[in-house]
């Protein structure tokens, strides 16, 4: 997928791709000089990314690479069925219902960090913008106050991960935001 098709709409068609099949690798095309774009393009989740113009054969050769590391890994990304329920990895969130499962077991968890486990878990692995949490979950907030989603963060991670301090799931992408991995 060409980061450039349309103008500039690359990352909207991943985002578009992976929220129908999740579980798709996307390898991204980008510009040679455009090592942003490869690192946002890596940081979204694509299984890839490649400069222009590509060259067949190694093109050939990453598909190839790609199609082995997904054959040997389990899939552990299910998609939404319509009732709006997520499995990723270990955790279960059914937003119809607000229940979220980590393991099978129930998760007691606030009205906030209900929604921002169900944003991060709803975007199927990729990066959520620090900017789009705030923006999404405290609508109400000041700009700049984003404190509020680090606690909240924290909390979560201390709900869901094994180990809070180096969290496996709820990752930080410096700089950037949160994605959630299974």
Known sequence: LD?????????????????IAPWVPVIMITEE??????????EAGAADHITKPPRPRELTARIR???????????SLVPAPPSGA???GPVMVDVARR??????RDVE???????????LVSEGGHVVTRKQCMDRIWKDRKKGDSRTLDT??????????????EPIHLVTVRGVGY????
């Open 33 to 42: 000089d455009d090592e942003l774009d490869a690192v946002l393009a890596l």
């Open 3 to 19: 980061t450039q098709i349309g103008d500039s709409e690359g990352f909207a068609v991943f985002r578009r791709i992976t929220a």
């Open 65 to 75: 690479a790609v199609l082995r590391r997904v054959g040997r890994q389990p899939q």
């Open 99 to 104: 229940e979220a499962t980590l393991h099978g």
């Open 152 to 165: 909240h963060v924290k909390r979560l991670r201390k709900k869901i991960e094994v180990n809070p301090a």
């Open 179 to 182: 994605r959630f991995k299974p």
């Open 109 to 119: 968890l606030s009205r906030k960090e209900f929604d921002l486990l169900a944003l």
């Open 86 to 88: 997520y499995t990723f």
